[in-house]
């Protein structure tokens, strides 16, 4: 797919830099501690609970160490579901995953009992911000199927009159684990470099960068040497074949995974490359892949090219003998 020795690679400067939405998001799993785990339990049971500190106050949520004395905190103390707004700020325009899709307040509520606020939304219905005040009184509303999550409080509601919690027991275990799906969206410009790198993707090339004649070649082509911080002026096109120079067998399944374990995830070292990239090595028992090995890419069929280095599905052996051990020793 590409050639096979290094060469200067013709590509028009004039093309404006690539810019397009990025989306990140992963599920952050947190153990919650034996505090937090009571928290958690009895927001599932519809009821608020906090600990007491060494000078008498109560926290919601609740304090794992005492912000005087700084020891463990032990005591749980059950709290209202009712509470008065100590502060607020007004949100005209929900965001995805904010607790209610039309306006309200974000609140600071200290629930009758407590002695520090509890951040959350209030739904102040079609007053607008005029409907609420510091002063307000409002009541916890909870969703129709508690799972042990600060969302279980869907949003406070004004008024001080508790919402009726039916009697229903929950022999579930305590909740000690809490995912949380984390997401961030950006647009995404590419520096010109990098678009450059993605533009030969598309075409099957493999671009890699140097600043000179005699500039280390980076893959993929930074914004600028680093050890020099000079611009990188030269991108060569670089054969898709090169040596493995260190790697990791993935043999513990996560969450997301696409890949059955073992797999091989190495650092292989384009030829003519002087910084090796993180890729896959397949079509190989993973306990056979070693140091040295020389490895090409396998790529996606044509019309599966887009602009990301997934355009090569792995890389797999060539055959050939393994490299000598001089030529790879600095880039361990």
């Known amino acids: ?6 060469s200067p690679a013709q590509i028009a400067d004039h093309e404006p830099p690539l810019s397009a939405p990025l989306k990140l998001s992963f599920d952050y799993t947190r153990s919650v501690g034996p505090i937090l785990s009571q928290f958690f ?3 599932r049971e519809r009821r608020v609970v906090g600990t007491r500190g060494s000078d008498g106050r109560v926290h919601v949520p609740p304090a794992e160490y005492d ?4 020891e463990q905190l032990t005591e749980i103390v059950p709290v209202a579901s009712v509470g008065t707004v100590v502060s607020w700020t007004w949100q005209p325009e929900p965001l995805e995953g904010q607790p209610l899709d039309r306006a309200f307040a974000w609140a600071l509520i200290k629930l009758d009992g407590a002695d520090t606020a509890l951040l ?3 739904d102040v219905g079609a007053a607008g911000p005029s409907g609420i005040s510091t002063g307000a ?7 129709d199927e508690p799972v042990g999550a600060i969302t ?7 008024g001080d009159q ?3 919690v039916p009697e229903t027991g929950d022999d579930r275990d305590p909740v000690t684990m809490l995912v949380v799906p984390s997401t961030i969206e950006i647009q995404h410009t590419a520096s010109r470099p990098e678009s450059r790198f993605l533009r030969a993707l598309e075409q099957g090339k493999l671009l890699g960068g140097r600043t000179g004649d005699d500039g280390k070649v980076y893959f993929p082509p930074k914004e600028a040497d680093p050890a020099t911080g ?6 060569l096109e670089l054969p898709d074949k090169g040596t493995v120079t260190t790697f990791a067998i993935i043999n513990i399944p996560f969450a997301g995974q696409r890949i059955k374990p073992p797999y091989v995830a190495a650092y292989v070292l384009l030829d003519g490359a002087d910084i090796p990239f993180l890729h896959l090595v397949t079509e190989i028992d993973a306990a056979e892949v070693r140091m040295g090995m020389r490895v090409e890419a396998v790529w996606r069929p044509q019309e599966e090219w887009g602009l990301g280095i997934d355009n090569i599905d792995h890389f797999r052996p060539t055959g050939e003998p393994d490299a000598d051990y001089d030529t790879y020793k600095h880039h361990l």
């Open 1 to 6: 797919m590409t050639a096979s020795q290094s």
């Open 152 to 158: 279980d409080i869907a949003y406070f509601a004004l």
């Open 137 to 143: 009184r409002v009541h916890v509303h909870w969703v």
């Open 41 to 43: 339990t009895a927001l």
């Open 67 to 70: 912000p005087v004395t700084y």
């Open 120 to 122: 959350h939304a209030v």
């Open 162 to 164: 508790a919402e009726d």
């Open 230 to 235: 000079r611009e990188l002026d030269q991108f």
